[in-house]
Nanobody
Framework: VQLQASGGGLVPPGGSLRLSCAAS????????IAWFRQAPGKEREGISC????????EYADSVKARFTLARDSHNNIAYLQMNSLKPEDTAVYYC?????????????????WGQGTKVTVSS
């Protein structure tokens, strides 16, 4: 099983990025998928999650209305569309997956992790 996160980079404040999480060895449509981020000197925090059956998507208050999580079951890729980016969104972003059928903000509740992709928001 492998999750491959990509799409990070340098973007000015107010800009947009789309992160991708490509899965191999598992079907994302059968897993709860989450995105976490870890800023320098801070703990990893959960920012978005979609439950296994896709019935519910959750967002942290810090990203609500700016970020959108989507899952492409056909191509087995999850996306995080990030708009109106702010300097405080600078972090390494990780995708994670677990067979549990609920969203969680706890790192320990996710079995599979991508390697992380760095997002820097700066002018």
């Amino acid at each position: 099983v492998q999750l491959q996160a990509s799409g990070g980079g340098l973007v000015p404040p107010g800009g947009s990025l789309r992160l991708s999480c490509a899965a191999s060895g598992l079907s994302l449509s059968s897993y709860t998928i989450a995105w976490f981020r870890q800023a320098p000197g801070k703990e990893r925090e959960g920012i978005s999650c979609i439950v296994r059956d896709g019935a519910r998507t959750e967002y942290a208050d810090s990203v609500k209305a700016r970020f959108t999580l989507a899952r492409d079951s056909h191509n087995n890729i999850a996306y995080l569309q990030m708009n109106s980016l702010k300097p405080e969104d600078t972090a390494v972003y990780y995708c994670a997956a677990d067979a549990r059928d609920f969203c969680s903000h706890y790192v320990s509740n996710y079995r599979y992790w991508g390697q992380g992709t760095k997002v820097t928001v700066s002018s």
